[in-house]
């Protein structure tokens, strides 16, 4: 649920006069995306999605974001195109926020993801991955990568054992293993870095759009694979699903070879996902304002995902093929 | 902001089954309304709105408010259409609520309606109260007319003054006034009841929808002139505009001719006007629960109405030509 800004019929009219889509002919507030306000805006040229971003997006990581947007776009990965304006550029300001319209994607995320599913993102992923190799115009790090733990650990420590008895030391645990031996010297470019399923989008099995790259940044490759295989091959009961994990790496690897050394990155990329996401929902589910319009994300689904990766004795357990 | 009811896609496969829209192509939570839950519907069949009914709308209220829209949609009136399933049937279930799929209308709301918009208005307005007059296959009494306003104010009068100093021994004074004076015999039918305008639809300066019909009732068709008066013929500071109110009340004479008993009672029924949305506003705005997503409207901006509608001498004061 995501309107924060209001916008309003005057504010929105000069904003679109200096595009070229025609004439207004509705304008929506949506409930998608948290970080930032999203609205379905008709014209006589289409149908797009205007984002305005709100304080929890960097306005120095915007024309990164947008830059790598354009680039996919123009590569054939379908991701919303930014729309520029009559003078080509694509970031405007709209109601004294950042604002940027980009071309709509048809289709619904799914919530439990298929086999078929899981192959079709294996697919994408790995086409991301290479038609961001080139983009080399601007480049952001991974804010939220092994350096940015401790500091979220720090701030959620004192209170992490009222989410779950011993979580405060199984997280210690988990960063004083992680913090030396993350791998290193891997194929890295840009990666999504959020790529669950609800920034997927699907027509029947057909995958149709990838949205949302908020957290793109330059990171390993393998840790974009290993952030899915979070995001897609867990069962609702806990259990990791290898027929779905087989199907995402195999179809992955008919795209983008994965190296041996990636291979054995996996147990620990995966253990660094589930933690990524066990520190800041642990964060957000602590500081939730009086208030909020969004209600945060179970901390304990990492917890549990995490688990399970400190059991895994080889990258086989993924359903790596050998 | 209003998505109160999560629809899972498995749900929504299985309830778009029963019609004959083909497949879904997007699917979208839209923050429209504040009683329901609204979602952009899009299929091969074209666009939709698909409403859940949550617990502020009486469910047995639906098929009166549905075969309006039914009665209305077919008179050439650009209100949504409710879309029959397979089986000849608008009203279905989803994810636990009565769920209807209705018509998306093009066009936009204004905020600050111009004189234009107001004559516009006056002249749907008329349309309507005439295409609805042979509706009589049920009907709705109007719970927020004049029996409705005492117990409103029993539930605000404790604490009204917080509000505004004096409010409580005000609105006393106008439930004295109004109760023992109401108009009756005047033309009665269909009335919308609260055609606001955010359930108005512009494209430019050409109406092109009516909206939101879940206040919709039988009562006195100048009653919803006189709700219409309140609601686009103020001026933000405060001030109405006799402009605005002759360009409404002309055009909708144009269509239906308001008799000399209307006029006169056009004073009464503003003021009646103005308090019940006065009533319903400060009932809101002392009872917020605590987490809302939804910000009351302010009630001070109703009380300002009613006082210039106490000051009020003549009909022609409203911009009726005599």
Same mark, same amino acid.
């Given at each position: 649920m995501a309107v924060y800004t209001d916008v309003s019929p005057e504010q929105l009219e000069a904003f679109l006069?200096?595009?070229?889509? =025609? @004439? *207004? @002919?509705a304008f929506k507030g949506i409930?998608?995306?948290?970080e930032n306000s999203n609205f379905l805006l008709q014209t006589e040229a289409g149908s797009f999605i205007l984002t305005l971003y709100e304080k @929890?997006?960097? +306005? %120095?990581?915007l024309p990164f974001f947008i830059g790598l947007m354009q680039h996919l776009a123009a590569r054939g990965i379908d991701c919303p195109q930014p729309v520029k304006n009559?003078? =080509?550029? !694509?970031l405007g300001t709209l109601a004294g926020r950042p604002a940027l319209i980009a071309t709509f994607l048809y289709g619904t995320s799914v919530r439990r993801p298929s086999v078929a599913n899981c192959a079709a993102l294996g697919t994408a992923l790995a086409g991301l991955h290479r038609a961001g %190799?080139? &983009?080399?115009a601007s480049s952001r790090v991974n804010a939220l990568s092994v350096p940015g733990w401790r500091p979220l650990y720090e701030q959620a420590k004192d209170r992490a054992d009222t989410v779950a008895p011993g979580l405060s030391a199984l997280i210690a645990d988990e960063l004083s293993v992680l913090e030396p031996a993350w791998p290193s010297g891997l194929p890295a470019g840009v990666i999504? !870095?959020? *790529? &669950? +399923?609800?920034?997927v989008f699907f027509t029947g099995e057909e995958l149709t759009g990838l949205i949302d &790259?908020? $957290? %793109?940044?330059?990171? *390993?490759l393998a840790y974009d694979v290993a952030i899915c295989l979070n995001a897609w091959? $867990?069962? #609702?009961? =806990? %259990?990791?699903?290898q027929t779905k994990g087989r199907a995402l790496l195999a179809a992955y690897r008919t795209v983008r070879p994965l190296s041996d050394q990636e291979i054995a990155a996996l147990p620990m990329l995966c253990r660094g996902a589930a933690l990524r996401f066990l520190l800041t929902r642990l964060v957000d589910w602590l500081n939730v #304002? #009086? =208030? !909020?319009l969004v209600r945060p994300h179970d901390p304990k689904e990492y917890l549990r995902k995490l688990r399970f990766h400190r059991s895994v004795t080889s990258p086989a357990d993924y359903g790596v093929a050998s």
């Open positions: 006069s200096t595009y070229d889509l =025609g @004439r *207004l @002919r409930a998608e995306g948290v @929890r997006v960097n +306005p %120095a990581d009559r003078e =080509g550029v !694509a %190799a080139d &983009f080399t999504h !870095a959020d *790529l &669950f +399923p609800d920034n &790259f908020y $957290f %793109a940044c330059n990171d *390993l091959c $867990f069962e #609702p009961d =806990g %259990a990791y699903n #304002p #009086p =208030g !909020a």
